[in-house]
């Protein structure tokens, strides 16, 4: 926006309706605090500068709530939205000339193209106060909208309100913006004469009107954006917003969902072109996956990265790794953190690998545990090959030279060398070295008594 403008934030109440421990704008939403989902819509406006009225848990937001733009002022106790606001007159005095963006910390769903178009508004009508209303079919829990004539008169909120008033359909969203000068000092006037003995933000619109300033209303007809988060079930409804939202912008960027009622791709998520999502598929946090990928039912990704061309087959769990081209993983495969597997390479059924890099052009297709491990290039794990990484104190590391062949069923005791291509046979159990090109065996020489089965039964 050409012109500059601040932005108060309000997140000092607990948020006793949501009956919990955690403040309410620290719960999350598609991986991201309610609060930040707030500061960033705003972020994309360009504000000079946040201001974030904290309160109750004020540390555990201040921790959350990272960014240069960001500073916190302290409203010491939660005397109702107007004292919030009121706790950042001091602060910005120096800002007193600007426009400032007052908005409730507790609406996650609202978007920058909402509230871009209401300054604007704010703007060209060149109004001293502009608010955000809609028009909803149930108004429950909102201020209502008194307009006198065409002109706004005040607000009443729901436990004030007469019956008839209840009536009113056109709420007030919780988004107002005004110069800070003009705007602290209608605040300055707001009383708390009233049922819940709050200073109520929404009583400036009376004292502007009555001072016969300018007030402005821009009417939203995105109604998804106004939706306050009061109750676990509003949350539970945003989120469920915000995950189709999140799923529409990828479909439109060429990614194919089989079942989008089911798919759960977290807010930070990426996922490139001609990627294909079977159901159930969740993707959580910061997580990247490249182009033309297959993901089938009940993959779970966290803070992982994927490459082009992979195919991560069902109910495979993929915690803070890294899957590079063309690889093939599970299904039930099991990626724990640290874990690279190298381009080319295939990691099957019932696997699990743990800070181990893994390839390229490298398989373990079944059963098997590998951790702390360096797999070079090339090398083939037979089924159900252990490495023993723990002697009850400390890890070892257990490290794979290019080409070498593990039998079936073989352990590892860490810590370890197999040599470049090397064999181990089958069944054994290796606690030394072994040399490039070298076969090893471990295992006892097989014994046969012929006929014994038939003089066992005899006796
Ligand atoms: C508020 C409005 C209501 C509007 C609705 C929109 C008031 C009095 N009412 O109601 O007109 O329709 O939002 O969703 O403003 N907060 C503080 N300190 C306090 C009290 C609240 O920082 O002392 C913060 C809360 O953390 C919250 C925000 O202000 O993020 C709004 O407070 P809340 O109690 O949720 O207001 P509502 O009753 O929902
Ligand atoms: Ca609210």
Redesign the pocket.
Known sequence: MKQGFIAL???????TRFKSEK???LHRLMGKSMLQLVVDSIQKLKPEKIYV????QKDQVMKEIVSPKVSFVH?Q????????ALAAKHVLKKEEGKDMLVI????PLVTAATLRPLFSFHRRQKNVLTLLSAVLENPR????LIRSGNKIAR?V??QEATPSQRRIKE????VYISRVKDFFQALSQVSNLNRKG??????VVEIFSQQGKKIGVYKTSRLDE?G?V?SRLELAMAVDTLRKRKIQQLIEKGITFYDPQTTWIDLDAKIGRDTILYASVIIQGKSRIGNGCQLFPFVHLMNSRVGNRVRIFGSSMIEESVIEDDSQVGPFAHLRPKTIVKSGSKVGNFVELKKTVFGPRSKAAHLSYIGDCEVEEGVNIGAGTIVCNYDGRKKHKTHIEAGAFIGSGTELVAPIRIGKNAYIGAGSTITKDVRPGALAVERGKQKEKPGWAKRIKKK
């Open positions: 934030i309000l997140a000092a109440g607990q948020g403040i309410k704008v009225v904290v309160g109750y409203q106790k939660q005397l109702g939205t107007a004292h919030a409730n910390g507790d609406m829990g909102f201020g209502r607000i909120e729901e709420v007030n969203a919780g709050e200073y109520y933000l929404p009583d106004i306050a009061n």
